[in-house]
């Protein structure tokens, strides 16, 4: 039987994390109180009372605020650095971060700032034995115009992040919004993933502009893939990693998507298992493995598949990826 303390140990790769998710209240306090922010709670009660949200929309209303408090490259460095260890405490051998600049860019945080604090925490991670990369995204909700401005931002910065992404609110903000933008990254040399999140209006069209038409690599949640087979075989000919967040569905949703997953394993689609934003949905990545593992009777060869999944469709070098598969 799965463990909690097997979920725990295993050595995984975490590859749907953003940075911004892992604001634990006490870092929220202390941050505020550092750079005289009032977000309107000055206990971790308070602020525990705030986290009320069941679908994609209210979750980003609560999400997107708390922000305010991230101001300095300390203020990220910190935010990076103390996940990091909590990480490496799971298990956690690789992991690639998303950031979302346009949430700090908008309200007058420097790119520079956002990157240069977040890269540090990644150089430093090194010492934890954590393989830490950084993947930058787009906000869906804002225009491609703004995404331009923000690549072009980025890309004297291009050593120090290692592909792009596409989160915040899916509906009506289709993958191909963003074609261009995702266009000139790859030519840029940088990978390729998307949000595609659960039970969208078009779920299946935006899975299928993301994987027919602009080739990530990845989908970032993406299990509705199961209801188009043409779709579900594309992925597993192509090894697409598909990121799955039990937790986190669990909240903008009835089910946490385990049988969606443990049909993708049928089908040999490489699926995996995240945390997303662990400061909001309760657990961490161990945690997460073990709700799928708990709900669906998961079986121990399927829970270290899923682990295998996530190394293989990471984006670490062959060399290393021969460690762990
Ligand atoms: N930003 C942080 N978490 C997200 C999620 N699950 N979907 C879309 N945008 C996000
Ligand atoms: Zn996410």
Redesign the pocket.
């Known amino acids: 039987k799965v463990t909690k303390e097997f979920t725990a140990n295993l050595p995984k790769a975490e590859l749907h994390l ?1 940075i ?2 892992t604001l634990e209240p006490e870092l929220k306090l202390k941050l505020a109180k550092r750079n005289h922010v009032d977000i309107g709670q000055t206990t971790i009660k308070e602020v525990q009372k705030t986290y009320e949200y069941d679908d ?1 929309a209210s ?2 209303a609560v ?1 997107y605020p708390a922000m305010e408090v991230l101001q300095k490259e300390e203020d990220f460095y910190e935010l990076a650095f103390e996940y990091l260890q909590r990480a490496a405490a799971n298990n956690v051998r690789h992991v690639e971060i ?1 950031f ?1 600049p346009q949430a700090h860019t908008s309200r007058g945080v420097a790119f520079e700032t956002v990157i240069n604090g977040l890269y540090r925490a990644v150089v430093d991670a090194r010492a934890l034995n954590v393989d830490a990369a950084l993947i930058m995204c787009f906000l869906r909700d804002f225009s491609k115009e703004s995404a331009r401005k923000t690549l072009l931002e980025a890309l004297p910065y291009k050593d120090k992040f290692i592909g792009i992404g596409l ?4 509906h009506n903000n289709p993958p191909l919004k963003f074609a261009r933008q995702f266009e000139d990254a790859a030519a840029e040399g940088l990978h390729l993933t998307a ?1 595609c ?1 659960i039970d969208q209006k078009d779920s299946i069209e935006h899975i299928r502009q993301a994987l027919e038409i602009m080739g990530v690599e990845r989908l ?2 993406g299990t509705n893939i199961v209801e188009d087979i043409d779709l579900v075989q594309f992925a597993a000919k192509n090894k697409i990693g598909l990121t799955s ?1 039990p937790l ?1 569905n669990g909240y903008v949703s009835p089910e946490m998507k385990g049988k969606e997953v443990l049909e993708l394993l049928r089908q040999d689609v490489k699926v995996s298992i995240h945390s ?2 662990p400061a909001y949905f309760g657990g961490n990545i161990g945690d997460n493995y073990y709700a799928i593992a708990e709900r669906y009777n998961l079986t121990k060869d399927q829970v270290v598949k899923l682990a295998r999944n996530s190394f293989e469709t990471s984006w670490i070098s062959e060399e290393k990826k021969a460690l762990y598969i």
């Open positions: 953003h911004e998710g994609l979750f980003l999400y998303f979302d989160d915040s609110d899916e949000h999140d970032d949640h967040c986190s997303d934003d």
